[in-house]
């Protein structure tokens, strides 16, 4: 089943972190004036990113069986966001945020994996070597275990946070948080055997019910 998630921001001129932080020193504005800028910076966001796509596969699946939890932002050309690691420490701020739920009918494992397309360019007046960067179709996944303890029907994953920040060749956009669900249906039967790579894993989360 596929989710499809349309989502909004706020816009930035400045790529630091510093310059993010200054965004809470504003000053206040009236009502329509505080309206009319939060329009103008989601219409900004909105050119940025095309829709945001969560989804399980398969999205049918046994108690037991692994499953991949991935979640894909397209961008216009033009635009880029970032990985959930950077690997040079100057850069350490410039990331996306992506935080799963507890265990329950699913259980995450492993790592989230960065995208394939992953880039990396120079930022010498930030003193940045390697900045870690991402253009196009940008897909981030996790693998997760349906819990053998599952009831067989449809389950709806929210994920408690999704951060992400998008910038162009001049400016950046302060992250900005976005809901994010998937469904998984799971299926009729008796639960198939854990992975043995996530079997202690799983053990570990029964063990705690």
């Known amino acids: 089943m596929r989710t499809v998630i349309r989502t909004t921001t706020i816009a930035a001129t400045a790529l630091t972190l510093a310059a993010l932080s200054t965004l809470a020193t504003l000053p206040s504005f009236s009502a329509p004036a505080a309206a009319a800028r939060t329009t103008m910076l989601q219409k900004a966001f909105d050119k940025a990113v095309k829709?945001?796509?969560?989804?399980?596969?398969?999205?049918?699946?046994?108690?037991?069986?692994?499953?991949?939890?991935?979640?894909?932002?397209?961008?216009?050309?033009?635009?880029?966001?970032?990985?959930?690691?950077q690997t040079d420490p100057p850069a350490a701020g410039?990331?996306?945020?992506?935080?799963?739920?507890?265990?329950?009918?699913?259980?995450?494992?492993?790592?989230?994996?960065?995208?394939?397309?992953?880039?990396?360019?120079?930022?010498?007046?930030?003193?940045?070597?390697?900045?870690?960067?991402?253009?196009?179709?940008?897909?981030?996944?996790?693998?997760?275990?349906?819990?053998?303890?599952?009831?067989?029907?449809?389950?709806?994953?929210?994920?408690?946070?999704?951060?992400?920040?998008?910038?162009?060749?001049?400016?950046?956009?302060?992250?900005r948080t976005v809901p994010v669900q998937a469904t998984l249906k799971v299926l009729d039967g008796p639960a198939v055997p854990v992975e043995p790579k996530y079997v202690e894993d799983v053990r570990k989360v029964l063990e705690k019910k």
């Open 51 to 85: 829709k945001i796509d969560a989804r399980f596969t398969p999205a049918e699946a046994r108690p037991g069986q692994t499953v991949t939890f991935t979640l894909t932002l397209e961008l216009h050309d033009g635009y880029y966001t970032y990985p959930t690691r």
């Open 94 to 175: 410039m990331v996306n945020e992506i935080r799963f739920p507890p265990p329950s009918e699913v259980i995450f494992v492993g790592q989230t994996a960065d995208p394939k397309n992953t880039q990396t360019k120079a930022e010498p007046e930030l003193g940045i070597l390697e900045l870690r960067y991402c253009t196009g179709v940008v897909t981030y996944s996790r693998p997760a275990v349906v819990s053998p303890q599952a009831k067989p029907g449809t389950v709806t994953v929210t994920l408690p946070l999704v951060r992400i920040s998008v910038c162009d060749k001049n400016n950046c956009f302060p992250p």
